[in-house]
């Protein structure tokens, strides 16, 4: 598609409006005859826009004469067109030329680094062994061999399994992908107990080694111990200690709070659309439009490209466009009953995504609560898990 646009930007182009009542039929003629035409656009039931070739154009005469249209040239575009301006006027010329080069100059170096896929490895330690390798900001890409970039970063930083490394315009784009360390482990020897790593209300101790210290129906709270591994003796000067194996099922509550609005104001699109073009050089920029909006409520899009799209999103010269949509203001009210099956529904994914794989949901309750102009769900649910965790003991020495 971009190899398109460029090829017909240098052939050069024009932009036609054709008028009468046979526009089908020279539609069809002109594809008959290998005339391509494209960008085309409606305006009205009898007039068509279209942009076409300056050789097609040519062409189209003969189609135009046969349909009984009437077919005139809106606007030139393209290469050929901006020499002839150029000619006219030497000192535009040159600055078109200088300006030119300075694009394709500036397009040679590096002007960002962007680093993804880490989570725990910063962006600051790659950015700083980069600096270290001599790859920063500014410098020209030919000299920058991603290879060895990439060799390099696995080689220094050992929590990596994957780097890729490339160029997209004047960004160096590099992604890596961390090792999935697994979770420290106690060692079987290693004395430790077994703690609530959350409040519940017990429902059972399952003490495979060591010693249960709570009982059915006691409240506990995060940290407390459940299974000791300290096993005391009378027979013995000094306590036993152990490596705590075990499970401690309890009660434990998930809750999530959803609100919403009975009554909404809505922005319903007119299908009116004022577009605006900037084009902007660094935090500069020209309008190359009149920047009176027609609009009392719109809708604001802002889209912004490159101004030659392969050199990426970092290229210094952007061409902005600003879409306004005429937007009318409605009042919705919302069916209650609907509205609560719904934030019910929202309600319970969301605990759904902190539940544990192995908690059984025992009880749902589900609290409405109307307030104002606004709907509050709160969704309860009670489940069983095992909330223990294992915590070393260490010697009071330690």
Known sequence: ??????????RGYVIIRVEGLTLEKFLNLATNKDIYLWDIERIEYTVIEAKVSIKGF?????????????AYIVEKRGFPFLLEKLRKRKMLGLGFIIFIGMIFFLTS???NIEISGNEKI?????????????????????????DEIKSNILDNFQRLSFVSVEFEGTKLLIEVKEQDLPPKKIDKDTPCNIVAK????????????????????????????LITGVIEDELL?????VHSEGEALARTRYSHKKEELIEKTIKEETGNIYTIKEIKFGKKGIKLSKTDIPFKEYIEEVNEEPFIEKFGDDFPVKVVTYKYIEV??????????????????????????????????????????EEENKLITEVIIEVIEDIGEKQIIYNKED
Not at 122 to 144: A, M, Q, S, Y
């Open 198 to 225: 959350k409040k519940g209300v017990i429902e059972k101790v399952i003490a495979k080694n060591g010693k249960g210290i709570v009982s059915e129906g006691e409240v506990v709270k995060k940290g407390q111990i």
């Open 58 to 70: 040519k062409s189209l005469r003969k189609v135009v004469r046969k349909v009984g249209c009437r």
């Open 122 to 146: 910063k962006d600051e330690e790659i950015i700083n062994f980069l600096e270290e390798i001599d790859v920063t900001k500014g410098r020209f890409k030919h000299k920058v061999d991603v």
């Open 237 to 241: 000067e000094n306590n036993i200690l």
């Open 328 to 369: 009318e203001k409605k009042k919705v009210k919302h069916n209650i009953d609907s509205l609560k099956k719904s934030t019910q529904v929202l309600a319970v994914q969301e605990i759904n995504k902190k539940l544990p794989k192995d908690a059984k949901i025992i009880s749902k309750d589900v609290i409405y609560l």
């Open 109 to 111: 170096f590096i002007w």
């Open 1 to 10: 598609m971009l190899a398109i646009k460029i090829w017909n930007y240098f």
